[in-house]
T-cell receptor
Framework: SAVISQKPSRDICQRGTSLTIQCQVD?????MFWYRQQPGQSLTLIAT?????????ESGFVIDKFPISRPNLTFSTLTVSNMSPEDSSIYLC??????????FGPGTRLTVT | AQSVAQPEDQVNVAEGNPLTVKCTYS??????LFWYVQYPNRGLQFLLK??????LVKGSYGFEAEFNKSQTSFHLKKPSALVSDSALYFC?????????????FGTGTRLKVLA
């Protein structure tokens, strides 16, 4: 299994600002995933980030709004840009284990006022 | 398109009783199926998976799930529920057709175990 940490764990931000969320894994992984989850609801995949290539975004998510960096095999960042209250959510990063299962970070709870 | 459905928003069960959390799937090809649990204010934890082999798979915390191909189901079960099992449970399928290794999650079922 992989151990994943995220920073910050929570933040309260003003509309129009940006927040960068960091995700650190304790082992080298090829793919990292970023999800969004409204509290108590299901997960929505934002993008898949491979090291050394551009992230692949899901329908409804664009790079200008959610730029992702993947500088090495253990680290990734997701930026939520020009935030609005609709961006208030929990943001989770994950990696895939050798058996196909995913391991998740603890999440970043974002509130936009 | 691949999908999973969790027909129950909430399941209530008395402590010590068996529990079942339902999941049905729709996939093309062989399914890669997973169960995850989310405790309050925490990230998701992997419970168990089915990729191939025995239809009954065992996972963490005494949970097991039965893969039923004819009914396209992958229900999560536990013989004797604990109050500490109260959490949000997600069924998921891995998309093996698009080449993106994308996961599709169900809407979640809240399990409440009553003392």
């Amino acid at each position: 299994s992989a151990v994943i940490s995220q920073k910050p764990s929570r933040d309260i931000c003003q509309r129009g600002t940006s927040l960068t969320i960091q995700c650190q894994v304790d082992s080298q992984v090829t793919m990292m995933f970023w999800y969004r989850q409204q509290p108590g609801q299901s997960l929505t995949l934002i993008a898949t980030a491979n090291q050394g290539s551009e992230a692949t975004y899901e329908s409804g998510f664009v790079i200008d709004k959610f730029p992702i960096s993947r500088p090495n095999l253990t680290f990734s960042t997701l930026t939520v840009s020009n935030m609005s209250p609709e961006d208030s959510s929990i943001y989770l990063c994950s990696v895939e284990g050798q058996g196909g299962e995913q391991y998740f970070g603890p999440g970043t709870r974002l509130t936009v006022t | 398109a691949q999908s999973v459905a969790q027909p129950e928003d909430q399941v209530n069960v008395a402590e010590g009783n068996p529990l079942t959390v339902k999941c049905t799937y729709s996939v093309s090809g062989n399914p890669y199926l997973f169960w995850y649990v989310q405790y309050p204010n925490r990230g998701l934890q992997f419970l168990l998976k089915y990729i191939t082999g025995d239809n009954l798979v065992k996972g963490s915390y005494g949970f097991e799930a039965e893969f039923n191909k004819s009914q396209t189901s992958f229900h999560l079960k536990k013989p004797s529920a604990l109050v500490s099992d109260s959490a949000l449970y997600f069924c998921a399928v891995r998309d093996t057709t698009s080449g993106t290794y994308k996961y599709i999650f169900g809407t979640g079922t809240r399990l409440k175990v009553l003392a």
